[in-house]
């Protein structure tokens, strides 16, 4: 899916929200017995309409066993091509093992976008970005308290290691095939990210169970392109953990969807 | 396995030998028709008593489809509890996440160890370490030419931040539960990180197809329990690409045990 074609769907769904797909078997309904692949099929179903993207975070489709892998594939066929699916593993490795990841990631699973670790350096990412119409997201400030103790950190001139990763990978990938991750727990800082990055998309965890705030990143972040994708997981997986849970799913869902059409209206230029 | 047995394997096989097992169909002789579990279990076979440790990358495995993990954990299995197992994956997301990725790497795979990413901080980190008897392996100083991009830069002090991220992650896990990831291909650097980090094992990719100095390396690295796993991948696996593979693997590992049984003699203090 190109940024264009993105955009487009956030204005006509108005709506620039992406659901996380972290199926845990513990905290679905008792009545599904730990079928994923059916959770998965009615939470998709119930928000569909609401939502421009998924978001399955791998780690918990490894800890399904063996078959995970299997059963996320299947989840993002079901998807189908309307929505920009990112396979959240944080991959990153040296170029010829990125590579690996980005085949897997591409063709094995079939997402359009991968989120990926900046750590290791250009040539660990650019294995992602060889994919006409597919996306690495390079996580920038994460919505964890563990993002204090480098991403924080004060370089030699002075800006801090998260901004030197922002200006630097916006060298490696155009806006149409990069994007950023940064949590929605520091809204106070998207004004200065957006300054970095002015025309790049960033996926905004941590609204939701994560206590983010979703007026402040709008307000500070909102580029011509709306430039956001916003996350919730728990917040829509787990709004019921009885049969009625896809219909509070959709509630949930919703909320956020409302919130996003009017901040859309308040603060796209 | 703990880091007194780790050393005892050290000392009864004179080796710190770790044999990658970056498993490429593309690569194996043609006779195994790209059956990767038939093409480990004879490096396993060739190599068992020169080595002490196996290193499967993750994303090898991941590449074969969704069968995949099936064939690594398969591996892992034939290698027995021996050999320290590192499931080479460079992990690491929100503690919640985390979590997820360690009980896959260790209860689905039954590795004894996994590589992690330092990006995202402290709470990414620590679920890798609360399993007794296993090890979270922190990238430090990769060997790839991306590391210049972070890794080197200079904080706020003058330090580097992979001396940043080692002296910090050093208070996250005691030397029994922690190493780091020091590439070889940066052997005058090994006195530096010998110096930030006294007591931790470091493993060293590098050796072999990428350049790495295998005495450069051992001259300074070296403490008084090793400290030092030396991983080779392809230069063992891929010594001959015909049906002699197993026994030019063994010739390539049996070199190098030669090289570390010496450097065992020259440094060990």
Chains 1, 2 share one sequence.
């Not at 609401?50 to 063996?66: Q, S, W």
């Not at 010829?96 to 990631?105: D, L, P, V």
């Not at 997981?233 to 949930?252: K, N, P, Q, V």
């Amino acid at each position: 899916m190109t940024r264009t074609e993105l955009f487009a769907h956030i204005r006509a769904k108005e709506s620039f929200l992406c659901v996380g797909l972290d199926a845990d078997p513990q905290k679905m309904p008792p009545h599904l017995q730990g079928d994923v692949l059916a959770f998965n099929r009615e939470i998709i179903d119930a928000t569909r309409d609401l939502c421009v993207a998924y978001k399955p975070n791998t780690a918990f489709y490894e800890a399904l066993g063996l078959n995970g892998m299997r059963i996320l594939k299947e989840t993002i066929d079901y998807i189908g091509k309307d929505h920009l699916v990112i396979a959240d593993a944080k991959r990153g490795d040296i170029g010829n093992t990125s590579r690996y990841y980005a085949s897997f990631a591409f063709h094995t699973l079939g997402a359009d976008a991968i989120t990926v670790a900046p750590y290791m350096g250009a040539d660990s990412v650019e294995p992602f970005l060889e994919y006409e119409g597919k996306w690495a997201i390079v996580l920038a400030l994460t919505s964890n308290r563990g993002s204090q103790d480098f991403q924080h950190a004060s370089q030699d001139g002075g800006e801090q290691l998260y901004a030197k990763v922002m200006t630097t990978a916006a060298g490696w990938g155009s806006p149409d095939q990069l994007m950023f991750v940064c949590g929605a727990t520091q809204a106070e800082k998207f004004a200065e990210l957006r300054r970095l990055t002015p025309d790049h998309f960033f996926l905004v965890p941590g609204i939701g169970a994560q206590g983010g705030d979703l007026e402040g990143v709008c307000r500070h972040g909102m580029n011509e392109h709306c430039g956001l994708l916003v996350n919730s997981s728990r917040g829509i997986l787990y709004a019921s953990a009885e049969t009625d849970f896809a219909g509070a799913a959709r509630a949930s869902a919703q909320d956020l969807q409302q919130k996003m059409a009017a901040a859309l209206k308040k603060y796209l230029p």
